[in-house]
């Protein structure tokens, strides 16, 4: 059995064709596979839920983005902090990956996600990757503070207390 650096570095990334929705079955099945990588990685069989997470991944390839985030928020929160910092740097990639192909531009919850992300790579000590879609781009000019401040405070109208 592989060591699961590798194994989370080589997983798959969102392409034109992992868009397919999935059927009833396949969904439930990929709930499954995540609540039992969860169960894996929490009694430190952390290889064996890594690869119930990249089979998830490859059943929903399209979910890849929010299933190593999943990842690394589970490998993060059981004190593996290098196994999480490149699960989150290949949240990163797929989310951006996914934005590309969508054509995402400056979307609160898009920029909103990546901000995490990078917060939690730079928390943790990492590297964020090199951004390649505008969204990853304006997270990294710009604070998480100064991204909720512009998409989110806007949004909501202001109570002021009478």
Not at 33 to 39: D, E, F, P, Q
Request: proline content about 7%; glycine content about 8%; hydrophobic content about 40%.
């Amino acid at each position: 059995m592989q060591a699961p650096y590798p194994l989370i570095e080589g997983g798959p990334i969102p392409d034109q064709g992992s868009a397919r929705p999935l059927k009833p079955s396949e969904a439930r099945c990929v709930e499954n596979l995540l609540k039992a990588g969860r169960k894996a990685i929490a009694a430190n069989k952390v290889t064996e839920g890594v690869l119930l997470y990249l089979s998830a991944m490859d059943m929903a390839p399209a979910r890849a983005g929010e299933t190593y985030l999943d990842l690394a928020s589970v490998l993060d929160q059981a004190s593996y902090t290098q196994l999480a910092i490149i699960a989150y740097r290949k949240a990163w990639m797929a989310f951006e990956a996914d934005y590309k192909l969508r054509g995402v531009k400056r979307e609160g919850t898009a920029l909103l996600t990546l901000a995490n992300i990078r917060d939690a790579i730079v928390r943790l000590g990492g590297q964020v990757p090199l951004a390649t879609s505008e969204p990853g781009k304006f997270v990294g000019a710009n604070s998480t503070n100064d991204i909720h401040e512009e998409f989110f405070k806007k949004a909501l109208p202001s109570v002021t207390p009478k």
